[in-house]
C-alpha cells in the first residue's frame, strides 16, 4: 500500500496570507494526485486533481505542483471561506488519503 | 445536476451487519465508478473500495477484505455497501463518491459526494 503524509498537520494564518501545505507519497506516484477540501459536518470537495489541475468552479487562489513522491498544494491569499481541513489522495494504486491538514484563521 | 443520496443513519451491535445505499441520478449510472469512504468522528478520510456500476466488479482495500461486499442496482441506478462483523472502530460516517473518471478502465479520485451515512456501533 501506498503511504500519505502530509505537513503540518494544522497550522493557522492571516486572512490574506499564502498557505502551503506539502503532501509525500511513499514512494512515486507519477502525477497521481488530488487535492479535497472539508469542512466541518460536510461531505469532501475535490479541488485540485492530477496533481495541478483546478476543479471546474474551484477559485483559483487555489493551486497545486509536484510529481513523483512530493506535492504542495497553496492557497495564494487565505480568504475566511477557506477554514477547512485539505487532504491529499493518491490513486496511482488502490486510493489512500493523507492524514490531512487542518486550517484556521490567525 | 448529478446527486448521491444516501440512506438514513443506523445504529447496530457489535457483530452485526450494516446496509448503506447510495442512489444516483443527473448522469449516466454506468459510466462512472463509485467508491466508498469512511471518517471515524474526529478522524481522518479511510477508502473501501470502489464498484464498477456496468459490470459490478469490485476492488477493496485490503482492510477491509472479508467483510465489505458492494453491489449495485442498474434498474434503480443504486449502489450499496455492506460491512459485516461490526465493532466498534467502524462507528463512522460513511460517504458514497463518484469517480470522475468518464467510461473508463480505472479510477481517478471523486468529484461528487453523498451527503454521508452515520453508523454507529453500540452495545
Known amino acids: 500500500d501506498i503511504q500519505m503524509t502530509q505537513s503540518p498537520s494544522s497550522l493557522s494564518a492571516s486572512v490574506g496570507d499564502r498557505v502551503t501545505i506539502t503532501c509525500q507519497a511513499s514512494?512515486?506516484?507519477?502525477?497521481?494526485l488530488n487535492w479535497y477540501q472539508q469542512k466541518p459536518g460536510k461531505a469532501p470537495k475535490l479541488l485540485i486533481y492530477?496533481?495541478?489541475n483546478l476543479e471546474t468552479g474551484v477559485p483559483s487562489r487555489f493551486s497545486g505542483s509536484g510529481s513523483g513522491t512530493d506535492f504542495t498544494f497553496t492557497i495564494s491569499s487565505l480568504q475566511p471561506e477557506d477554514i477547512a481541513t485539505y487532504y491529499c489522495?493518491?490513486?496511482?494504486?488502490?486510493?489512500?488519503f493523507g492524514p490531512g491538514t487542518k486550517v484556521d484563521i490567525k | 445536476q448529478v446527486q448521491l443520496v444516501q440512506s438514513g443513519a443506523e445504529v447496530k451491535k457489535p457483530g452485526a451487519s450494516v446496509r448503506v445505499s447510495c442512489k444516483a441520478s443527473?448522469?449516466?449510472?454506468?459510466?462512472?465508478?463509485m467508491h466508498w469512504v469512511r471518517q471515524a468522528p474526529g478522524q481522518g478520510l479511510e477508502w473501501l473500495g470502489i464498484?464498477?456500476?456496468?459490470?459490478?466488479?469490485?476492488t477493496y482495500a485490503q482492510k477491509f477484505q472479508g467483510r465489505v461486499t458492494m453491489t449495485r442496482d442498474t434498474s434503480t441506478s443504486t449502489v450499496y455497501m455492506e460491512l459485516s462483523s461490526l465493532r466498534s472502530e467502524d462507528t463512522a460516517v460513511y460517504y458514497c463518491?463518484?469517480?470522475?473518471?468518464?467510461?473508463?478502465?480505472?479510477?481517478?479520485?471523486?468529484?461528487?459526494w453523498g451527503q454521508g451515512t452515520l453508523v454507529t456501533v453500540s452495545s
Open positions: 463518491a463518484r469517480d470522475r473518471g468518464y467510461d473508463s478502465s480505472t479510477w481517478y479520485g471523486s468529484d461528487y
Open positions: 443527473g448522469y449516466t449510472f454506468t459510466s462512472y465508478y
Open positions: 464498484i464498477n456500476p456496468s459490470g459490478g466488479s469490485t
Open positions: 514512494q512515486d506516484i507519477s502525477n497521481y
Open positions: 492530477d496533481a495541478s
Open positions: 489522495q493518491q490513486y496511482d494504486n488502490l486510493p489512500s
